[in-house]
């Protein structure tokens, strides 16, 4: 076993699966030499070269689009949306050309690719730099969207991926690039696309949570468990597929569900579970189901007080949780 942060476990699996894979290549804006804004390709160019390990144009769209070329000719590439709030540049090489080619081809063709996304609040980058769109993607078939929230979890979800065959948006907060570590095997393994992890067992609440979000959560939990309120906290991990299973079986267990995100309200992943709840699990519930979300606000306030009060935290997770527990 080996200590690594977040952003050095990301490294790490890119490492050795470039190493493992001479069709694995890197694609983005400012990952060669430099090593990208967050460091996250750092190492790589010297080791790989400048024909692996590429910088792009500042287009999202390019960066996208020739990945999806390079994928249907069998290549393994690893695009970076530097931001995920620029991502929109290249949703119609992603909906309409990556995610539809299995199916529009009746399975000649793939696109196997991993498209790395910085995405996530509470790092002071106002509008522009702190979005959570997950949700997007998570609404289009043929896609699969991950969304790690530990070191683990990022090293062996990004390997899944790109051992894969399909497509996969890679969701990795800002926030957790260094501010977490974790022991993690120095052997060689992979997490598994579509599985849910139960971080703390509890009897009373079914709280559903990823990324930041999770942590947020945990430290809730903790502050709930002194007032005797034991919450079940299951980190999604995979937003799409989606593992509802365990998420349906916790919910018979505790007859109460909440969800936790940093996306909006609106067709968000609490809308999504409470749906699933709703549909699978009725009869089993105890009270309506409750989401802690930001407020349906145009972007994420720029000002440091404005951005801590939009954001979930442990303090209102634990409130919404406690009036949902007293119901």
């Known amino acids: 076993m080996k200590k ?12 050795e699966e470039m190493r493992r894979d001479p069709r694995i290549f890197l694609f983005g804006e400012d990952i060669g030499w430099y090593g990208g804004v967050f460091k996250a390709t750092k190492g790589l160019y010297q080791e790989f070269g400048e024909m692996r390990v590429l910088d792009s144009p500042l287009s999202e769209s390019l960066i996208a689009g020739a990945c999806v070329g390079a994928a249907l000719m069998g290549m393994r590439p690893i695009p970076e949306i530097q931001f995920s709030d620029f991502i929109t540049c290249s949703f119609d090489q992603i909906i309409q050309q990556a995610a539809k080619i299995r199916y529009r081809s009746n399975g000649d063709w793939t696109a196997p690719m991993v498209i790395r996304v910085p995405y996530g609040g509470a790092v002071g980058g106002g509008l522009y730099h ?3 769109n997950e949700a997007w993607f998570v609404h289009q078939p043929g896609l699969q969207v991950v969304v790690p929230g530990t070191p683990y979890d990022a090293k062996g979800l990004l390997k899944s991926g790109i051992r894969g065959e399909d497509p996969v948006l890679y969701f990795e907060h800002k926030r957790l690039y260094r501010s977490i570590s974790q022991e993690i095997p120095e052997e060689d393994y992979v997490v598994p696309i579509g599985k849910a992890e139960i971080r703390r067992l509890g009897t009373d609440i079914t709280l559903c949570a990823y990324g930041l979000m999770m942590h947020r959560s945990l430290e809730a939990a903790e502050i709930l ?10 980190d999604l991990r995979s937003l799409l597929p989606l593992d509802e299973e365990k998420i349906l079986e916790s919910v018979k267990k505790t007859g109460k569900l909440m969800t936790v995100h940093e996306d909006y309200r609106m067709c968000g992943m609490g809308a999504e579970i409470t749906a699933l709840a709703n549909e699978k699990a009725f009869e089993d519930l105890d009270a309506a189901p409750v989401r802690v979300v930001p407020p349906d606000t145009p972007a994420v306030p720029f000002h440091p007080a404005m951005e801590e009060y939009w954001m979930p935290d442990a303090g209102k997770i634990a409130e919404a949780a406690r009036k949902l527990a007293a119901y």
Do not use: C, D, F, L
Not at 4 to 15: D, G, K, L, P
């Open 225 to 234: 468990a002194k007032e005797g309120i034991h919450v079940e906290v299951i």
């Open 130 to 132: 702190s979005q959570s």
């Open 4 to 15: 690594v942060n977040y952003i050095e476990a990301i490294t790490e699996a890119m490492r």
